[in-house]
């Protein structure tokens, strides 16, 4: 993999945070990564309930070497914690997921959410500002009408840059557990939130109700057998949307079939191997993200062990699987016991959907090209993340001897996990969350 292997990495911290990751906060950790349509603003949310926005350096687009390099451009504070007084129930600040829409003039516009509310932010810059007012003086006082004996027209002076981020939506009370997903449909006029057991369709300008599109709640919740883990809207057809359950089905769903989609479209679930079955077997095939193509042809899921690709004309297995971390099959007790088997790994495609990425532990990450067959383990950590670095492939060893570029199975670390990554939609540009820590590389260039 010549061109996924190699990146140059610059690394980025959300202000305030402490340089070294051994003493960061529980508010730092970095929990949701995502690039704008065009690449040139990435957003991330800590569990702080911060938004921090990093914007492309424009005179490094020219720059062959530079042109991976982002600045932070914007800071707000999109949640704070609540308490929901009816349910005596504790609301983190935490961002879940954050979903940019497509630039129509100056401002930009993102969707933020944490486990009960959905946020419409608007973005824009102020370089000028009004002066001369006739009822106003410089310092913004009324002025006694009696003493105005001239008219003067206002005029726009030259001032520092300034961003500023105005909520002017807030999309709440529609949820009664968490939400896991929030998804742009294509026609920019709607969007989709997820919880446990239902998704609810919301139009941008009305935030006092939400039309329920899919509800798996029984009547007894004693006879509950799966949650929603993940879904999005198709990126091309504004009527269909995608799925995923702790069960490792992935649905497919027409909202012109009916109001309600109760049964899907179609449905894709692989059937299971009976030498594989074990107690963990449920657990590790629970999806944790689900991803459509660029193209819209093929759906992409993430479970514990595997990376999955579906082609949705094909419903009974997937056309493509993946082990990103297959050597951690033989650790799935210890695993349990630290709670690290229910981690919720995301998964991006390339621009081109040719490469697939998704994390692991001890700070690894994992590429596969899906022409070549041929993957790649990289490691983000500071030590090795020098400017212009190039990015060694690392490999683990399961047992027998160990050579030297080799780490042990056992030594790897589940504290340092990759669960969050962006792809840049366009350039061989990724963003790759570690914690408290955002590395952006870019692909090596001779």
């Given at each position: ?17 402490i340089l070294s990751s051994s003493c960061h906060t529980e508010a730092d950790i970095i929990s949701t990564v995502e690039f704008n349509h065009t690449g040139e603003l990435l957003a991330t949310g800590d569990k702080g309930g911060r938004v921090v ?105 030259p001032m520092d840059l300034m961003v500023e981020a105005t909520p002017r939506r807030v999309f709440a009370n529609a949820h009664t557990y968490h939400i896991n997903s929030i998804s742009v449909n294509s026609d920019y006029e709607t969007y989709m ?147 690290c088997i229910f981690d919720k790994f995301e998964c991006v495609w390339n621009g081109s959907d040719s490469v697939i990425m998704t994390g692991s532990y001890n700070n690894f990450f994992r590429m596969f090209d899906r022409n070549t067959k041929r ?72």
């Amino acid at each position: 993999m010549k061109c996924f292997s190699r990146y140059l990495p610059y690394i980025f911290r959300p202000p305030n945070t402490i340089l070294s990751s051994s003493c960061h906060t529980e508010a730092d950790i970095i929990s949701t990564v995502e690039f704008n349509h065009t690449g040139e603003l990435l957003a991330t949310g800590d569990k702080g309930g911060r938004v921090v926005i990093f914007q492309r350096e424009q005179e490094s687009k020219n720059q062959v070497h530079r042109r991976g390099e982002y600045n932070v451009y914007s800071t707000f504070q999109s949640h704070e914690p609540e308490f929901d007084y009816l349910k005596s129930l504790e609301i983190e600040e935490k961002i879940n997921k954050i979903r940019w829409l497509p630039q129509q003039n100056a401002a930009y516009f993102l969707l933020s959410t944490n486990d009960k509310t959905v946020k419409l932010w608007k973005v824009s810059e102020r370089d000028k500002r009004p002066e001369g007012y006739n009822l106003k003086d410089e310092e913004g006082r009324l002025r006694d009408p009696a003493t105005i004996t001239t008219l003067r027209v206002p005029v726009l002076r030259p001032m520092d840059l300034m961003v500023e981020a105005t909520p002017r939506r807030v999309f709440a009370n529609a949820h009664t557990y968490h939400i896991n997903s929030i998804s742009v449909n294509s026609d920019y006029e709607t969007y989709m939130s997820a919880d446990d057991l239902r998704i609810n369709l919301w139009n941008f300008e009305i935030t006092n109700q939400s039309f329920n599109i899919v509800d798996i709640k029984p009547a007894n919740m004693e006879e509950l057998t799966e949650v929603i883990t993940a879904a999005e809207f198709h990126p091309h057809h504004c009527n269909t949307f995608v799925y995923s359950s702790s069960k490792g089905t992935i649905r497919l769903c027409d909202m012109r079939a009916s109001a309600l989609c109760d049964r899907p479209t179609k449905f894709f679930e692989e059937p299971e191997d009976p030498s594989n079955r074990s107690f963990f077997s449920e657990i590790i095939s629970s999806i944790s993200d689900v991803k459509f193509s660029h193209s819209g042809r093929y759906i992409m899921t993430r479970d514990y062990l595997t990376v999955k690709v579906w082609d949705l004309n094909m419903e009974n297995r997937p056309i493509e699987t993946y082990q990103v971390h297959d050597y951690l099959r033989s650790k799935l007790c210890s695993l349990y016991e630290n709670d690290c088997i229910f981690d919720k790994f995301e998964c991006v495609w390339n621009g081109s959907d040719s490469v697939i990425m998704t994390g692991s532990y001890n700070n690894f990450f994992r590429m596969f090209d899906r022409n070549t067959k041929r993957d790649v383990t990289l490691e983000t950590s500071r030590e090795n993340s020098k400017p212009r670095a190039i990015l060694k492939p690392r490999k683990v060893c399961v047992g027998g001897k160990r050579r030297k570029d080799e780490i042990s199975v056992d030594s790897l670390d589940f504290s340092k996990k990759i669960l969050h990554t962006a792809w840049h939609p366009s350039e061989n540009i990724i963003a790759v969350a570690a914690t408290n820590n955002l590395y952006i590389f870019q692909d090596k260039v001779n």
